[in-house]
C-alpha cells in the first residue's frame, strides 16, 4: 500500500513510519507538508499523492491549552479529522485516525470497552471524540484507535518529551519526587501501537478499536517501575491529584479493553510492564 502519514516526526507519527516502511511505501506528512484544519490544502496534498491509506496522528493535544483555546482545538481535532475522512472517501482510501482514553469519564471503574457510553470531561476530549465521530461517519472504511499514556522514542513534539524522561530529570534535578497515584491509565509504547496497528490497517476490519498495553496502573506505579528498572535513587513518594489544583478535569480511570481487537484475534498488545522494561533496555541501558 502507498501510505500518507501525517504527524511523521511526531512521537507516534515517527514509529508507524519505521513500522511500516518495511513493509509498504510511507510518505511523511509533517505540519510543513499539511495543515489538517484547512480542508483545500488536505485535498490538494492528499489528492497529488493518490494514498491507499491515510494515518492521522496528528492532534492539538496540550490539554490546559485545549482548555484555553477551545476552537483551535475542535478546528485541529474535530474539523481536521473531518477533513481527512472527506478526502479519504473522495480519494476511495482508507483512514486510520487516533484518538485517546479521556473520551470516558472514569465514574465506572472498570476497563471501558468500545461499546461503553464516552463523557468526555474536557475540551480536548469532546474536540477528539468529534474527531472519532467525523472519521467513522464521513469514511465507510476507517479504523479509529483510542490510545493511553503513549511513549516513544522520539519526544513527544506537543509536550517536549514521555513520561520517563519526566521522571529521569526530575530524579536528576530535584531532592525527592512525587507522583499522583489516584489516576490510573495504561502506559503503553509507541513500537507495541505501531506494530499492532500495521496488521489492523492491512485487514478491512474497520471501525473503533481500543489499543493499548494489558494492564493498568497509577502515574505513581508507572513512576516506580522506572525507578526501579532504571536504578534511580532519589527518593519517590505518592500523593494525591488534589494536591496540585488544577482547572481542567480529567478521568481519573481511563484503562481500556481491547475487546475488538481480541475479538477479531488480532490483539498483540504486550503487558504494560514487561514493554515498559524492554523499552528501557532498548533505549537506557
Ligand atoms: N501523548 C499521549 O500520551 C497520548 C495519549 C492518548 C492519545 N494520544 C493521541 O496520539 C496522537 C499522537 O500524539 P503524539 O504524542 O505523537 O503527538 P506529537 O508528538 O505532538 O505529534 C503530533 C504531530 O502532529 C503535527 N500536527 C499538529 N497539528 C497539526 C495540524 N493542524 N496539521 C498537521 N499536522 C499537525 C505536529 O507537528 P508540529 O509539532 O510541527 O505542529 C506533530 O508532527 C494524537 O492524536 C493524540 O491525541 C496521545
Same mark, same amino acid.
Given at each position: 500500500m502507498?501510505?500518507?502519514?501525517i504527524?511523521?516526526n511526531?512521537q507516534?507519527?515517527?514509529?508507524?513510519?519505521?513500522?511500516?516502511?518495511?513493509r509498504?511505501?510511507?510518505?511523511?506528512?509533517?505540519?510543513?507538508?499539511?495543515?489538517?484544519?484547512?480542508?483545500?490544502?488536505?485535498?490538494n496534498?492528499?489528492?497529488?499523492?493518490?494514498?491507499?491509506?491515510?494515518?492521522?496522528? +496528528? +492532534?492539538?493535544?496540550?490539554?490546559?491549552?485545549?482548555?484555553?483555546?477551545?476552537?483551535?482545538?475542535?478546528?485541529?481535532?474535530?474539523?481536521?479529522?473531518?477533513?481527512?475522512?472527506?478526502?479519504a472517501?473522495?480519494?476511495?482510501?482508507?483512514?486510520?485516525?487516533?484518538?485517546?482514553?479521556?473520551?470516558?469519564?472514569?465514574?465506572?471503574?472498570?476497563?471501558y470497552i468500545?461499546?461503553?457510553?464516552?463523557?468526555?470531561?474536557?475540551?480536548?476530549?469532546?474536540?477528539?471524540?468529534?474527531?472519532?465521530?467525523?472519521?467513522?461517519?464521513y469514511?465507510?472504511?476507517?479504523?479509529?484507535?483510542?490510545?493511553?499514556?503513549?511513549?516513544?522514542?522520539?519526544?513527544?513534539?506537543a509536550?517536549g518529551?514521555?513520561?520517563?524522561?519526566?521522571?529521569?530529570? +526530575?530524579?536528576?534535578?530535584?531532592?525527592?519526587?512525587?507522583?499522583?497515584?489516584?489516576?490510573?491509565?495504561?502506559?503503553?509504547?509507541?513500537?507495541?501501537?505501531a506494530?499492532?496497528t500495521?496488521?489492523?490497517?492491512?485487514?478491512?476490519?474497520?471501525?473503533?478499536?481500543?489499543?493499548?498495553?494489558?494492564?493498568?496502573?497509577?502515574?505513581?506505579?508507572?513512576?516506580? +517501575?522506572?525507578?526501579?528498572t532504571?536504578?534511580?535513587?532519589?527518593p519517590?513518594?505518592?500523593?494525591?491529584?488534589?494536591?496540585?489544583?488544577s482547572?481542567?478535569?480529567?478521568?481519573?480511570?481511563?484503562?481500556?479493553?481491547?475487546?475488538?481487537?481480541?475479538?477479531?484475534?488480532l490483539n498483540?498488545m504486550?503487558?504494560?510492564?514487561?514493554?515498559?522494561?524492554?523499552?528501557?533496555?532498548?533505549?537506557?541501558?
Amino acid at each position: 500500500m502507498k501510505i500518507a502519514v501525517i504527524g511523521a516526526n511526531g512521537q507516534l507519527g515517527s514509529g508507524i513510519c519505521s513500522a511500516f516502511s518495511g513493509r509498504h511505501e510511507v510518505l511523511e506528512l509533517t505540519h510543513d507538508d499539511i495543515e489538517i484544519s484547512d480542508g483545500k490544502n488536505v485535498l490538494n496534498v492528499l489528492g497529488r499523492m493518490r494514498p491507499d491509506l491515510i494515518v492521522n496522528t +496528528a +492532534a492539538d493535544h496540550v490539554v490546559p491549552e485545549c482548555e484555553k483555546n477551545a476552537g483551535k482545538a475542535f478546528q485541529v481535532n474535530g474539523l481536521g479529522a473531518l477533513n481527512l475522512a472527506q478526502a479519504a472517501s473522495e480519494l476511495g482510501c482508507k483512514i486510520a485516525h487516533f484518538s485517546t482514553d479521556y473520551v470516558f469519564d472514569g465514574v465506572t471503574k472498570q476497563p471501558y470497552i468500545e461499546s461503553d457510553k464516552p463523557n468526555p470531561l474536557n475540551v480536548y476530549a469532546a474536540t477528539k471524540l468529534a474527531g472519532e465521530y467525523f472519521t467513522l461517519n464521513y469514511c465507510a472504511r476507517s479504523f479509529v484507535i483510542r490510545v493511553s499514556g503513549i511513549y516513544g522514542k522520539v519526544p513527544c513534539r506537543a509536550k517536549g518529551g514521555n513520561f520517563i524522561t519526566t521522571m529521569v530529570k +526530575a530524579a536528576a534535578e530535584r531532592p525527592e519526587v512525587k507522583v499522583v497515584n489516584d489516576e490510573v491509565l495504561t502506559p503503553t509504547p509507541v513500537s507495541a501501537i505501531a506494530g499492532n496497528t500495521l496488521s489492523l490497517v492491512e485487514t478491512e476490519e474497520f471501525g473503533l478499536y481500543h489499543m493499548t498495553c494489558e494492564g493498568c496502573c497509577s502515574w505513581y506505579e508507572f513512576a516506580l +517501575a522506572i525507578f526501579e528498572t532504571m536504578k534511580l535513587k532519589t527518593p519517590l513518594s505518592a500523593c494525591s491529584v488534589s494536591d496540585f489544583p488544577s482547572p481542567v478535569k480529567r478521568p481519573f480511570y481511563s484503562v481500556l479493553e481491547n475487546d475488538r481487537l481480541k475479538r477479531i484475534g488480532l490483539n498483540q498488545m504486550p503487558p504494560w510492564r514487561e514493554a515498559l522494561m524492554a523499552f528501557i533496555e532498548e533505549n537506557y541501558q
